[in-house]
């Protein structure tokens, strides 16, 4: 039976997850439907139906789809799932609101942020904030299955479209949930999860106002996304979704310019996959430079204007 992988989108747009999980989906089947599920979504669908990879789109446009709801979405899924071996999804906000409900209603044991998938029903997650690798079998006849993206690389799009078939969303109630507002950091600034250039704050900064004078100058500088370590999110000094590691976003940018971060395992679980790291620290001791490749021991409010000045 196929493989169902849940489409993260905005309706307009296909996120890059996406396309990064459609690798591990059809590493555990070559048969891999993508759900798009949403209001007013074509256009997300049709660049579903582009990626190599993807055998058949399945469009589920309602306005009760419109902003991701965990009920609905869930109860569609459900709907779907007797046609699948696996129901797969990137493990965005979404993917993390929406497949545990899916495996709950099924009573299947879901296997969360695979790395790896050794075989159809074998799968490598990272445990203990990255520090050990567990190997997981599923024994359900049916997988619900979460991926963690920076692990794979993006499917890219090639060959012929898939065909789009749009699909009934009769078989659902969304009476449980209703879409009140999204309270959204906007910015210009490349999205940090599919950013190639990310540079992070953490509690050395001291304030909000000081992000603003010395990490976004070479942020701009770069074209690079701007995060930030827990301690700097929780004094206040950047907004929420700014936040890397255990309990933010995992990342795994081309280079990743650490300033101000002590290197706590928190937060090296959701950036030591980068690429290149570069730490700057005033700390000569600080555990960031155990996995840094390049540090720099000063004071960050030296370093960073006169980096700014160089670039
Ligand atoms: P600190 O550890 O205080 O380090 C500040 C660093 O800045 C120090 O190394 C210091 O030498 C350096 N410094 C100070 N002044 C300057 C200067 N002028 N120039 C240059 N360097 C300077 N943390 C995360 O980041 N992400 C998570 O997702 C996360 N999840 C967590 C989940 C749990 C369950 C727990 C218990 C903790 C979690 N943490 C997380 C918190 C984590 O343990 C650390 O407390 C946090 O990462 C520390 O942030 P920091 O490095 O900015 O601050």
Redesign the pocket.
Known sequence: MPILLLADHDNATLSDQTAKALTAASEIGSDVHVLVAGSSAKKAAEQAAQLSGVSKVLLADDTRLANNLAEPLAALIVSLSGNYDAIVSAATSVGKNVLPRVAALLDIAQVSEIIEVVSADTFKRPIYAGNAIQTVQSTDAKKVITVRTASFSSQPPGGAPAAVEEISTAAFSSALSTFVADALYSSDRPELTSAKIIISG???LGSSEKFEEVILPVADKLGAAVGA????VDAGFAPNDW??????KVVAPQLYVA??????I??LA?MKDSKVIVA????EE?PIFQIADYGLV????DALPELEKAL
């Open positions: 953490g509690r050395a370590s827990r301690a700097a936040q890397i590691g255990q309990t933010g300033c101000g971060i002590s290197g706590a928190q937060h959701g700057i620290n005033k700390d600080a000063a004071d960050l409010f």
